[in-house]
């Protein structure tokens, strides 16, 4: 009964969420999905809503943060997305993408 009731939260979930606001604020359970790494010094927050993905990353940093998604282990091939800031009011993401050339 409970892998049924996963698959339905799951399934509706995906059917009916909406996607969160894109404004560089956290909400209370606007994100489905959190990973916590560094003892807290990276965390991100992610929802899938239809084919599409919504990433929420949050760093103590003085540069940038970043995330790589890549077919393989190995880091070429993959698309990368970078944060950064100046200061506190201004917010840049960009997205990249890697070749590995053997």
Known sequence: MKRRFNYLYHL??????TS????GKLSPNEYDHYINLSNGDFRMFWK????????LMIG?????????IAPTVKS??????IGSSDDP?????????GELNY
């Not at 509706?12 to 969420?17: D, E, G, Q």
């Not at 070429?76 to 997305?81: E, S």
């Open 12 to 17: 509706y979930n995906n059917l009916f969420s």
């Open 20 to 23: 969160p606001k894109i404004d």
């Open 48 to 55: 899938i809503v239809g084919d599409e993905v919504y990433i």
């Open 60 to 68: 103590r940093t003085k540069g940038y943060v970043a995330l790589g």
């Open 76 to 81: 070429g091939n993959a698309d990368y997305i």
């Open 89 to 97: 009011s201004s917010m840049h993401a960009k997205r990249e993408y």
